[in-house]
T-cell receptor, first 117, second 112 residues
Framework: GAVVSQHPSWVICKSGTSVKIECRSL??????MFWYRQFPKQSLMLMAT?????????EQGVEKDKFLINHASLTLSTLTVTSAHPEDSSFYIC?????????????FGQGTRLTVV | EDKVVQSPLSLVVHEGDTVTLNCSYEVTNFRSLLWYKQEKKAPTFLFML????IEKKSGRLSSILDKKELFSILNITATQTGDSAVYLCAVFMKTSYDKVIFGPGTSLSVIP
């Protein structure tokens, strides 16, 4: 299957700093990337959907100015958590798919464990 | 409001048992339903279902979709301890942008 690489796999940062998470599709062109967060023992919650070259569509309740998403190329999307606070500590996962093959699944990155201290 | 519901939320079985996990949905503009298995980190893909009544099978796992009744089931036969995981159901929708909703997951524990 297709490979999606997410980096870093874990990060610890101080409160008030910003953290950038990268999601790369290694062997296909990701026209759509999804960003999720997952709290312990809970399901994935979609934060936003980004299509290459256009602004991300955020789900209700997700602050656009706090979670900056950039999808500037067909192989890279980034999520920046700005002015991170302890309540932002969570597991963040990206997934990617391509419109060229609409009946294919979205492939997941490995996830990033963010801890804000 | 679009939603995906899974049942049961947790399940404990003995090795060798057969289990059926349920996923029902209410969404606008359904496109496909996917099943994933999540152990410690990111989910791994199991099945994608787009048409009713066509069973998809992979080893001891199988799944089927009923678009009229808006549900899907995931069957696991002869369960093994390695099947212990959270099984997630996700529904993709046809919208102006790609939209997906995940169900809460079913936590399956298989004990020896």
């Amino acid at each position: 299957g297709a490979v999606v690489s997410q980096h870093p796999s874990w990060v610890i940062c101080k409160s008030g700093t910003s953290v950038k998470i990268e999601c790369r599709s290694l062997d296909f062109q990701a026209t759509t990337m999804f960003w999720y967060r997952q709290f312990p023992k809970q399901s994935l919650m979609l934060m936003a959907t980004s299509n290459e070259g256009s602004k991300a569509t955020y789900e209700q309740g997700v602050e656009k100015d706090k979670f900056l998403i950039n999808h500037a190329s067909l192989t890279l999307s980034t999520l920046t958590v700005t002015s991170a606070h302890p309540e932002d500590s969570s597991f963040y996962i990206c997934s990617a798919r391509t419109r060229d093959r609409p009946n294919t699944e979205a492939f997941f990155g490995q996830g990033t464990r963010l801890t804000v201290v | 409001e679009d939603k995906v519901v899974q049942s049961p939320l947790s399940l404990v079985v003995h090795e060798g048992d057969t289990v059926t996990l349920n996923c029902s949905y209410e969404v606008t503009n359904f496109r496909s339903l996917l099943w994933y298995k999540q152990e410690k980190k990111a989910p791994t893909f199991l099945f994608m279902l787009t048409s009713s009544g066509i069973e998809k099978k992979s080893g001891r796992l199988s799944s089927i979709l009923d678009k009229k009744e808006l549900f899907s089931i995931l069957n696991i036969t002869a369960t093994q301890t390695g099947d212990s995981a959270v099984y997630l159901c996700a529904v993709f929708m046809k919208t102006s942008y790609d939209k997906v909703i995940f169900g809460p997951g079913t936590s399956l524990s298989v004990i020896p």
